[in-house]
């Protein structure tokens, strides 16, 4: 790591700019080997390049999935509200005609009401 940061490095080219991948292969290791056995190195290599620290991804990750997930939940809400609002619209337009269709039956006078069931000859 100091022989990139140095500028002196033996393998990698000197453009390369700090990484884990460019001290992995300047150390003769492989990038998943410094995540694994030297994660505090890991660290210092993002510090270092500048890199978001990789918990701060991601907790901005699951900010990002739950922000995502509130507006889906919002917008299914308002939906819901939508749709409950028609049904007792509908509903209570029912009611009136009920309502309506009740008084002209009993104002026409004699009505027999319905028979219910079955009735045995």
Known sequence: MKRIEVGRPK????ER???IASVAQ?????PSTIHTRYPEIADEIRQ?????????LRTSRKLK???RKIATLKRELSEAKMLLSRTASMY????SQIATLEQA?????????FPRGRRSP
């Open 11 to 14: 393998i990698v080219s000197i």
């Open 17 to 19: 700019r700090m990484s």
């Open 26 to 30: 300047e150390a003769g290791l492989k």
């Open 48 to 56: 270092r390049s500048g890199a978001k620290d990789a918990k701060k």
């Open 65 to 67: 999935d739950r922000d």
């Open 92 to 95: 209570a337009s029912s009611l």
């Open 105 to 113: 039956l009993s104002s026409a006078g004699k009505v027999l009401p």
